[in-house]
């Protein structure tokens, strides 16, 4: 049976998905809640086999740590892997159509 991985949130993946709440909430307050409910029951997911999506290039260079990337369609949630902790760290969650 593999580890479950508890799922962490740092302050700016708690700021995105605000921030994706609330520019939806503006047209739509029904959508809002159900994008979030969606991309955090995606990100839940995550508890078991989170190695399963691919390191970002260049990730461990660049910042010292793999990150990897988890398509939510439209949204991508990055996020590292703490196997000693047993721990999922969501870092950010963003429209797959903006700028790195």
Do not use: T, W
């Not at 939806?24 to 029951?41: C, E, F, M, Y």
């Amino acid at each position: 049976m593999p580890d479950i991985y508890r799922i962490r949130f740092s302050e700016a993946a708690s700021i995105d998905l605000e921030g994706i709440f609330d520019f939806i909430r503006q047209d739509s307050p029904q959508n809002a809640a159900a994008v979030i409910r969606g991309l955090l029951s995606a990100i839940d997911s995550l508890e078991i086999l989170p190695h399963r999506y691919p390191v970002l290039e260049d990730s461990l260079r660049l910042l010292g740590r793999e990150l990897r990337s988890m398509p939510v369609p439209p949204f991508k949630v990055r996020y590292h892997v703490d196997d000693l902790g047993l721990a999922v760290i969501v870092v950010g969650v963003r429209h797959g159509a903006r700028n790195e």
